[in-house]
């Protein structure tokens, strides 16, 4: 139960927030349906289930779908979940406010609020990507130019949990070198990366987290999963055409 972007699950719900994107909603809505027919585990059943559920006219559905969402959220209950609880129970309150349900819409926006200030418990390793050719000891630190908007300095540094996510960032790098994925240690506090919690997905599926603190290389692993050429360049082109502002 991890997030994968060769996973057929959330392939197709990257489909489906295109065709959302393109003004095509009810071709979107076959497409997470289809997502949650091929979903075979909690993770995958989670993630569908809340695209299904945005796309429902019918207030009762939405509800049902949302709280199936939220039912297999509680049974994978880690952190690439967590972080999607407040928006669950959040929109759950809008369908029963919709509903004309107003103690209940309450108590799911109590529960919303109760988890707005959740904090990353992610537990070492941590895995930084990058082509640079770098050293045991050597430090990551923030004020480099974006590798997606050159034109912006970064203010922070960005490191995930999963080497597989560290492996795409990368092959997505600018520059000459061979892909590495560092393992680091954070000298300092972190927190959720803004720029994809609860963004294209819910929670923080990706686990990735930012810090302005230096990040200390303390090994180097090889052995995560490679994209296929198309795939990559699939990924290059949705980075083209995200054009909206990052959270520096």
């Known amino acids: 139960m991890e997030f994968s972007p060769t996973n057929i ?25 289809q997502a949650w ?10 993630t569908a289930a809340q695209y299904v559920a945005r796309t429902k006219k019918d207030v009762a559905d939405k509800l049902n779908w949302y709280e199936t969402a939220l039912q297999f959220a509680r049974i994978v209950n880690n952190d690439a979940v967590k972080h999607a609880f407040a928006g669950l129970y959040s929109n759950i309150a809008k369908c029963y406010e919709g509903l004309g349900d ?3 819409a309450k108590a799911n926006y109590e529960l919303a609020l109760s988890f707005t200030d959740e904090q990353p418990t992610d537990q070492e390793p941590f895995y930084h990507g990058t082509r ?19 034109e912006i300095q970064m203010n922070h540094i960005y490191f995930t949990a999963m080497a597989n996510g560290a492996g795409l960032a990368a092959a997505l790098a600018k520059g000459d070198g061979r892909e590495r994925v560092y393992i ?38 090889t052995d995560w999963v490679r994209q296929s050429p198309e795939d990559l360049q699939k990924w290059r082109e949705r980075l083209a055409k995200n054009q909206g502002e990052i959270i520096n």
Do not use: H, W
């Open 37 to 46: 027919n091929e979903a075979t585990d909690d993770f995958e059943k989670f």
């Open 9 to 33: 699950v959330i392939k197709l719900c990257l489909q489906g927030i295109e065709l959302e994107e393109k003004g095509m909603p009810e071709e979107a809505g076959k497409v997470f349906l």
């Open 184 to 221: 680091v240690e954070p000298t300092g506090s972190f927190e959720n990366d803004p720029n994809v919690t609860n963004k294209k997905f819910p929670g923080n599926p990706t686990r990735s987290y930012r810090t302005q603190e230096p990040l200390k290389i303390t090994g180097e692993v």
């Open 102 to 104: 107003i103690e209940k």
């Open 132 to 150: 640079a050719d770098l050293q045991v000891g050597d430090l990551l630190t923030a004020g480099r130019d974006s590798n997606y908007q050159p």
